[in-house]
Nanobody
Framework: QVQLHESGGGSVEAGESLRLSCEFS?????MAWFRQAPGKEREGVAA????????YYADSVKGRFTVSRYVVKNQMDLQMNGLLPEDTAMYYC?????????????????WGQGTQVTVSS
């Protein structure tokens, strides 16, 4: 059983930054950040491999978001710069994905409760 806890969400204005953190009890494989806006499907935002050597970003966040994984601290962060109103969503941390890389919700076995990010124009 993997326990996950997200933090760092909040309300900001367009162009500002936020840093989300996900503390986890253990995870060997791919981890990822997903987001879900009201009325929309959950989408993969960024993913990072077990050792942190490979990353994936959705086209909508490339160049603005950076995912990092700290093995010693059991923590995964998402640095979000240049936030846009369309980034507004509940953000979820997911763990124990595939051995390689994945960004589809069904690939992950454990989920956090989510942290809300709201960006105003």
């Amino acid at each position: 059983q993997v326990q996950l806890h997200e933090s760092g969400g909040g309300s900001v204005e367009a162009g500002e930054s936020l840093r989300l953190s996900c503390e986890f009890s253990s995870s060997r494989y791919c981890m990822a950040w997903f987001r879900q806006a009201p009325g929309k499907e959950r989408e993969g935002v960024a993913a990072i491999s077990g050792a942190g050597g490979s990353t994936y970003y959705a086209d909508s966040v490339k160049g603005r978001f950076t995912v990092s994984r700290y093995v010693v601290k059991n923590q995964m962060d998402l640095q979000m710069n240049g936030l846009l109103p369309e980034d507004t969503a509940m953000y979820y941390c997911a763990a124990e994905g595939p051995r390689g890389m994945g960004w589809v919700p069904g690939m992950f076995n454990y989920w956090g409760q989510g942290t809300q990010v709201t960006v105003s124009s």
